[in-house]
């Protein structure tokens, strides 16, 4: 595993992405030295949702068709409800989702993007949790669906909502630099 300041870190993304869930993670790991891509389905910048609006834009580093597993360590995926609604519904976003897990490699879901979890059927049997409204989504995909702030299996790690976002951020560091056991639920 390498040192958070040696990773390289995948942020996908599109439109209508919660604007915090977003923006903490990409400025955090940056902060924590590791280098972040941003990458939208076509490479174009992207608009977030802030809390009952649209927020800021985001610029895109890469389209989605750009990226390869192979070049990084980790895969975070924002929430909100539009963002992971039209990604799961992308053959590409989702396969390169499943990509990152059948590598081993760190993917963290926050919100509604455990919904591209579902979508690549890599939820069932594993502990996970969610935006309350999708966790019947989670439970149906065979998700054993908990309440709390971070919830790893194996390396997918999820969180519910922005209030989580310290806690979530915090674990994607440990995973990527091995300090966080994925062989077990925590």
Request: net charge negative; hydrophobic share 40%.
């Amino acid at each position: 595993m390498p040192s958070i300041t040696d990773a390289k870190v995948l942020i996908l993304a599109t439109n209508g992405f919660e604007q915090s869930e977003l923006t903490v993670p990409r400025d955090k790991l940056r902060e924590a030295g590791a280098t972040v891509h941003v990458a939208s389905l076509d490479g174009k910048d992207i608009t977030g949702w802030d809390k009952t609006d649209w927020g800021d834009t985001v610029p895109a580093d890469l389209g989605l068709g750009d990226t390869s597993v192979r070049d990084y360590d980790a895969l975070v995926l924002p929430g909100g409800q539009i963002n992971p609604d039209i990604l799961r519904t992308e053959p590409e976003a989702v396969m390169r989702v499943r990509e990152f897990v059948e590598a081993g490699k760190p993917t963290a879901a926050i919100c509604h993007a455990p919904w591209l979890l579902v979508e690549a059927d890599l939820l069932r049997g594993k502990r996970a949790t969610s935006y309350p409204s999708i966790r019947t989504d989670l439970r149906n995909a065979g998700a054993d669906v908990v309440d709390e702030e971070v919830v790893t299996d194996g390396v997918i790690t999820t969180s519910r909502n922005p209030g989580d976002l310290e806690a979530f951020v915090k674990r994607i560091i440990d995973q990527i630099e091995g300090r966080h056991d994925q062989s077990v639920a925590a």
